[in-house]
């Protein structure tokens, strides 16, 4: 029984509030499928560490985490009080780069019991991946600002593609949609009005799809994608993104499913030369935060992404199953209100860890 090592790192707002929900509903699940997972909680990567050590993760942060085999992770920012690239860029952005936490994969599913805000779409109709590059692309650190201060004031931040950077996110999302039945991938493009670097996404597209004859391929520009992603949400199974464009696709997919509060993230380093961290898509939500009604659903199901990547498909598939069970019971008492319902995080979370 090999024994898993679990970094968590709850963040801000209501990061704190569902990661404990998270760590719960991972725990009856361990216990469930007899499997050792021990978790140990950090304080940085928080804005209330940045407030007291004027930086938000200590000097020697990589050799803290390296030792774990998978981070859980809330949400970070808190822009009242620390703006936000600050936060952002000197945690979460860290990590995904340092740890070159190349995939960022977020799946998007119509639950049960869920209405979208799509009028009439039914569970099945909306179930896909999307694919987001995440240690490149639009963002950059490379760029400037000159004129400071004076009417010639000129900001620029460059997008970097790499071909090792574009390739092995393609390859990833290729052999994804290798393994789903309907074998279909979807570009998300702009190659139209970005004349350099997404022209150049488009040709590896290409030349990886020649290794991939089996997964039929289409693309759109990023635009009429969005607007598809409302109109024709049953056309997608497995959607490849630049970092910015999976950014947007990623709240939009979930939003279609009824809430963002559901969806769940895996940054992961496949190699697993390092550890791979697990995040909801949400953010901390100041503006719900402190209130005990954020839907922890989000974080659960990243456990449950965590727990496949360790190699417990099955306590992941159960996790995931408990969630869905739940949601389909449509309970308004235990629903959070971002689910039209009246009950609070420990309440959803409760019967979603009693369902493990
Ligand atoms: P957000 O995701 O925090 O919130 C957007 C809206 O969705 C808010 O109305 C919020 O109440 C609601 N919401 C989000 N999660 C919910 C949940 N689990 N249950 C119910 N409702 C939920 O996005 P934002 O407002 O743009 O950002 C707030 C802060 O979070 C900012 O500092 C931002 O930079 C940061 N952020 C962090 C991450 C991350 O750590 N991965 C992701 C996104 C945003
Ligand atoms: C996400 C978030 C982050 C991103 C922010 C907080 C930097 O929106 O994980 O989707 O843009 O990647
Ligand atoms: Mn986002």
Redesign the pocket.
Known sequence: RKAHSIAVIPGDGIGTEVTPEGVRALKAAAERFNIDLTFEDFDFASCDYYLEHGQMLPDDWKAKLSRFDAIFFGAV?MPEKVPDHVS?WGS??QFRREFDQYINLRPCKLMPGIKSPLADRQPGEIDFYVVRENTEGEYSSIGGKIFEGTPRETVMQETVMTRTGVDRVLKYAFELARKRPRRKLTSATKSNGISITMPYWDERVKAMHGAYPEVAVDQFHIDILAANFVLHPDWFDVVVASNLFG?IL?DLGPACTGTIGVAPSANINPEGDFPSLFEP?H?SAPDIAGQGVANPIGQIWCGAMMLDHLGHEDAGKAILDAIESVLAKADPGVLTPDLKGQGTTRDLAQAIIEAI
């Open positions: 920012g952002l979460l952005l950014d990623s898509v953010g």
